[in-house]
């Protein structure tokens, strides 16, 4: 072989090696990256912290108390507070952006960014983004010492900024909550596996025939606080949709259920009566089924609203999920 091919054939050998070793490197990273999104991700099981949250301009200052061995946290102070078995997403709380982190690991990928300094501490930064279309995007910026999130930028497909948890004070350490007693908490309903809702529920629940990719259901709660309620919760890691599920009460039992609450039986009838007899066609339409769906927004979180087979049946949304797709889950409601 002479001098000219030997060389050729050691130049693409070479470059031949620099791609496998440019391969090498970006898998390396993006394993480096999913080690750093799952720590990032369940340090609250780690980390104790308290400090004021906030959660764009809806929730502008929130104090938030987490105690790692408990597991609970407390959001709120004195008689205005809410103690949950874990981080809310429904809370300003920047360490609760992940609410199942097999979806989010399936569903999204990380890259590590820049770091940097926030509230006297060194930071990193990891970027998460969607695996599929549509999904939002996420920019965390998390505690180098404790991988403990401190801010988290949610932003749409389109570039649209939908929220912004952020903590703009922090003291890490463990914090004592205890738990509350009282309607708050049933008022959030108890956790139950799906397959037992039913049962504790005391009414036939239903379930969607259709989720959007990737979505799975990950938490089932049952309440009986202002009448008896089922929340079924999906999740694609981030992005996320509870369908509510309350039969359609009779005044008698309205009388009875209220019995004992603010302001009276008879203000309860009025009130249910009110919300069953409204027309549920202002936004949505009636579908081939004549079944209307009406569309509500509260801040970040859209309701979506339909009445069947003597059952209110409530989907809410942060508003990052198509509205086309959110319709299409309530329409395929599988009534038993």
Same mark, same amino acid.
């Given at each position: 072989?002479?001098?000219?091919?030997?060389?050729?054939?050691? %130049?693409?050998?070479?470059? %031949?090696?620099?791609? %496998?070793?440019?391969?090498?490197?970006?898998?390396?990273?993006?394993?480096?990256?999913?080690?750093?999104?799952?720590?990032?991700?369940?340090?609250?099981?780690? @980390?104790?912290?308290?400090?004021?949250?906030? #959660?764009?301009?809806?929730?502008?200052?929130?104090?938030?108390?987490?105690?790692?061995?408990?597991?609970?946290?407390?959001?709120?102070?004195?008689?205005?507070?809410?103690?949950?078995?874990?981080?809310?997403?429904?809370?300003?709380?920047?360490?609760?952006?992940?609410?199942? +982190?097999?979806?989010?690991?399936?569903?999204?990928?990380?890259?590590?960014?820049?770091?940097?300094?926030? +509230?006297?501490?060194?930071?990193?930064?990891?970027?998460?983004?969607?695996?599929?279309?549509?999904?939002?995007? %996420?920019?965390?910026?998390?505690?180098?010492?404790?991988?403990?999130?401190?801010? @988290? $930028?949610? *932003?749409?497909?389109?570039?649209?900024?939908?929220?912004?948890?952020?903590?703009?004070?922090?003291?890490?350490? =463990?914090?004592?909550?205890?738990?509350?007693?009282?309607?708050?908490?049933? /008022?959030?309903?108890?956790?139950?596996?799906?397959?037992?809702?039913?049962?504790?529920?005391?009414?036939?629940? #239903?379930?969607?025939?259709? *989720?959007?990719?990737?979505?799975?259901?990950? $938490?089932?709660?049952?309440?009986?606080?202002?009448?008896?309620?089922?929340?079924?919760?999906?999740?694609?890691?981030?992005?996320?949709?509870?369908?509510?599920?309350?039969?359609?009460?009779?005044?008698?039992?309205?009388?009875?259920?209220?019995?004992?609450?603010? /302001?009276?039986?008879?203000?309860?009838?009025? #009130?249910?009566?009110?919300?069953?007899?409204?027309? +549920?066609?202002?936004?949505?339409?009636?579908?081939?089924?004549?079944?209307?769906?009406?569309?509500?927004?509260?801040?970040?979180? *859209?309701?979506?609203?339909?009445?069947?087979?003597?059952? =209110?049946?409530?989907?809410?949304?942060?508003?990052?999920?198509?509205?086309?797709?959110?319709?299409?889950?309530?329409?395929?409601?599988? @009534?038993?």
């Amino acid at each position: 072989m002479s001098g000219r091919r030997l060389l050729l054939a050691f %130049l693409a050998t070479l470059g %031949l090696g620099s791609i %496998l070793w440019a391969a090498y490197q970006r898998v390396r990273e993006s394993e480096e990256a999913e080690e750093l999104l799952r720590a990032v991700a369940t340090a609250h099981l780690r @980390v104790g912290y308290e400090g004021e949250g906030a #959660w764009g301009n809806r929730w502008p200052g929130m104090w938030v108390t987490h105690d790692s061995r408990s597991g609970r946290t407390k959001y709120g102070s004195g008689r205005w507070s809410q103690v949950e078995a874990a981080p809310s997403g429904r809370m300003p709380d920047a360490a609760a952006f992940c609410l199942d +982190l097999d979806a989010l690991l399936e569903n999204y990928r990380a890259s590590e960014g820049e770091p940097g300094r926030y +509230l006297d501490r060194d930071v990193r930064t990891l970027v998460v983004e969607p695996r599929l279309e549509g999904r939002p995007s %996420l920019e965390i910026l998390f505690d180098r010492e404790t991988s403990l999130p401190l801010k @988290v $930028k949610t *932003v749409r497909h389109d570039g649209v900024l939908l929220r912004e948890a952020v903590f703009h004070s922090i003291f890490l350490g =463990d914090r004592e909550v205890r738990r509350s007693f009282g309607p708050s908490v049933d /008022g959030m309903g108890r956790n139950v596996a799906p397959e037992d809702a039913d049962e504790e529920a005391g009414f036939p629940v #239903w379930r969607p025939a259709y *989720v959007p990719e990737g979505f799975r259901l990950v $938490k089932c709660r049952v309440s009986r606080w202002m009448g008896p309620c089922v929340r079924l919760l999906y999740t694609d890691g981030v992005t996320a949709f509870e369908l509510w599920q309350r039969p359609v009460l009779l005044p008698a039992q309205i009388e009875s259920i209220f019995s004992r609450a603010p /302001g009276g039986a008879d203000f309860h009838v009025r #009130w249910h009566r009110r919300v069953g007899f409204r027309a +549920l066609a202002r936004s949505g339409g009636a579908g081939e089924d004549g079944i209307a769906v009406e569309r509500h927004e509260f801040g970040p979180h *859209v309701r979506y609203e339909m009445r069947v087979a003597g059952s =209110d049946v409530t989907l809410v949304t942060r508003a990052d999920i198509d509205p086309e797709e959110t319709v299409r889950v309530l329409r395929s409601i599988e @009534v038993r």
